[in-house]
């Protein structure tokens, strides 16, 4: 996310409590040790580590510099972005910080940056993201374990509940378990709005709709950091480093076959879990439910209240409206719309939103049709709604039917997790595949509110950029099965005819394949007819030598008489 109004990212997301060694990298918010009044007054974060004597650590780990502001101001950004918590992440609150050196990372340089370990960080570490389905059933059930183990365990940050201008003290943030913790920050992200409701910029729903997670550039990028941090949260609580993430390749089958007791958990035809299921019990945190005129001045207009429970997680695979989302989605997205997507050479390009067309990123999203490559939006004819498209990240979303479909709070379905992972295999197909570096794919300037290539990424504190994000994941401490360096797994074969459907370059390109194998196979077929006719004619011209004849008998010239 970009911005943030006064202190309300601090208010409204969560806050760090200082204790020893827990999180790496980077701590997706504030650090408890820099929110007293003084750090606040001050705008810096530099604190002295445990058994340190300096601030960072000091000269061979960090020291406390300047954070640039990395935000280009946009005239055509929406007018509630000026007072929005969110807004020029992260130096509304902090002007300085700790640079880490070499390998350290961390608010305080006291851990690793990731793909690192040691207590020097000069052990590098590349680990394996699988596909859930090829774990054996001991190693889904721990899976399964960790997820539910981080959705109880306190967690070290606490949550604000209100703005940042309306915080009077500590009765204004509440605990958060370590999972929530998640929810909360996706929540906070996407949302619709964040600034007060007092200060009369959000009158309609539209003027309220900034989202510094999707629908632009930084999409890919803010979940992979995401998803790190989360994997991170999960070893560290079950004292495991070596676990990570598995993926869901929704592309294998026509419905969710993970949607059993055996992986994320059965449904009722109501759409509620089985309650065999160890997800059944888990309650959900920041569900924006209400109609945007009957929540102005509260859920639109506040941070989301993590100590009030919104029932359980619900799921209802293949059951979502087919009237307004397409007919498609009685089915997951199929391998054809993968492959098609990562044909596209070009990652954005303006308006670098959802109505981008021609782009990798908004056929990855989901707001491109994977027939043309270009945006579809929903219209209507003659009174009946002609549905727009609805592809890959968001058709799974919707799907799924349920608590997934509800993007801003999606997170509270554990299934999320896995489902992006799988989007950031396809990412991570695509980056090796065209090599294309951050300073060509991401835009400098251009984009919405946050998705820039130098903007932060909120709201992830130290804060790193989405060109930081934008590289090799083994770079970034990861890999995935099946996935070689060009991005190719097993059996898998690029189809050059170069097809973009309606963003090809020249319109004949899709069929320029099959024209030359016709004009070929015509040339072949004329050749076998003139070679037969021509056997023919010989056969014909024997014939008549023949019959010519005298029976068959050798022919003799006659002698001609001279006669003297």
């Known amino acids: 996310m970009n911005g943030c109004g006064r202190f309300s990212i601090i208010q409204a997301i969560v806050l760090l409590i200082l204790l020893a060694g827990q999180f790496g990298v980077s701590d997706s918010q504030f650090p408890r040790v820099c929110t007293s009044a003084e750090n606040i007054r001050q705008k810096e974060c530099c604190p002295i580590p445990s058994g340190f004597t300096e601030p960072c650590g000091g000269p061979g780990r960090g020291r406390c510099a300047e954070i640039p502001d990395a935000t280009v101001d946009d005239p055509a950004w929406k007018e509630a972005y000026k007072v929005d918590d969110r807004r020029h992440w992260p130096t509304v609150f902090f002007t300085r910080a700790c640079v880490c050196e070499g390998s350290f990372s961390g608010y305080d340089c006291t851990k690793c940056t990731w793909g690192r370990r040691g207590s020097n960080c000069s052990t590098e570490k590349v680990s394996m993201r699988r596909n859930i389905r090829h774990l054996s059933p001991e190693e889904v059930e721990k899976v399964k374990r960790y997820f539910n183990a981080a959705k109880t365990a306190p967690s070290d940050y606490v949550m604000a509940l209100e703005f940042y201008e309306d915080i009077k003290g500590s009765e204004d943030f509440a605990d958060i378990s370590v999972y929530n913790y998640f929810i909360a920050t996706h929540y906070y992200a996407s949302r619709a709005t964040m600034p007060p409701y007092k200060h009369g910029y959000c009158k309609t729903e539209e003027d309220c709709q900034i989202d510094f997670a999707h629908e632009g550039s930084g999409f890919p990028t803010?979940?992979?950091?995401?998803?790190?941090?989360?994997?991170?949260?999960?070893?560290?609580?079950n004292s495991d480093p070596d676990f990570t993430i598995p993926y869901w390749d929704w592309t294998e089958a026509e419905n969710c076959t993970i949607c059993t007791n055996d992986f994320v958990g059965a449904n009722y035809e109501d759409g509620s879990l089985d309650p065999r299921s160890v997800f059944a019990t888990w309650e959900t945190i920041c569900v924006q439910s209400d109609p945007f005129y009957n929540a102005t001045s509260t859920n639109?207009?506040?941070?989301?209240?993590?100590?009030?429970?919104?029932?359980?997680?619900?799921?209802?695979?293949?059951?979502?409206?087919?009237?307004?989302?397409?007919?498609?989605?009685?089915?997951?997205?199929?391998?054809?719309?993968?492959?098609?997507?990562?044909?596209?050479?070009t990652f954005d390009k303006r308006p670098y939103n959802k109505m981008a067309n021609c782009t990798f990123r908004d056929l990855l999203e989901g707001f491109a049709d994977t027939t043309t490559g270009k945006y579809r939006g929903d219209k209507y004819v003659n009174g009946t709604l002609i549905p727009g498209a609805h592809t890959l990240h968001n058709h799974v979303h919707l799907y799924l039917d349920g608590t997934m479909s509800a993007v801003p709070s999606s997170v509270n379905?554990?299934?999320?997790?896995?489902?992006?992972?799988?989007?950031?295999?396809?990412?991570?197909?695509?980056?090796?595949?065209?090599?294309?570096?951050?300073?060509?794919?991401?835009?400098?300037?251009?984009?919405?509110?946050?998705?820039?290539?130098?903007?932060?990424?909120?709201?992830?504190?130290?804060?790193?950029?989405?060109?930081?994000?934008f590289k090799p994941s083994t770079e970034l401490g990861y890999d995935y099965e099946d996935v070689d360096i060009d991005g190719m797994s097993d059996g898998e074969i690029?189809?050059?005819?170069?097809?973009?459907?309606?963003?090809?370059?020249?319109?004949?390109?899709?069929?320029?394949?099959?024209?030359?194998?016709?004009?070929?196979?015509?040339?072949?077929?004329?050749?076998?007819?003139?070679?037969?006719?021509?056997?023919?004619?010989?056969?014909?011209k024997q014939q008549r030598d023949t019959s010519s004849g005298t029976g068959g008998r050798e022919r003799v010239p006659l002698k001609r008489t001279v006669h003297v």
């Open 222 to 237: 803010w979940h992979r950091a995401f998803l790190l941090e989360l994997e991170r949260a999960l070893q560290e609580v």
């Open 300 to 345: 639109h207009t506040k941070p989301c209240d993590v100590t009030k429970r919104d029932g359980n997680v619900v799921r209802n695979p293949g059951h979502q409206d087919r009237k307004k989302f397409g007919e498609s989605m009685y089915r997951l997205p199929i391998p054809i719309e993968v492959d098609f997507a990562l044909r596209f050479p």
């Open 413 to 469: 379905d554990p299934i999320f997790s896995i489902h992006h992972c799988f989007v950031d295999r396809i990412f991570e197909k695509w980056v090796r595949r065209h090599k294309t570096p951050s300073d060509e794919a991401l835009p400098e300037t251009g984009a919405s509110p946050g998705h820039n290539r130098h903007e932060y990424i909120v709201p992830f504190f130290p804060p790193y950029s989405h060109a930081d994000l």
């Open 494 to 540: 690029i189809d050059d005819d170069g097809y973009l459907g309606e963003c090809s370059t020249n319109p004949w390109d899709g069929l320029l394949k099959y024209v030359v194998i016709g004009i070929a196979g015509f040339v072949i077929l004329m050749a076998i007819f003139m070679l037969f006719a021509c056997c023919c004619c010989n056969k014909r």
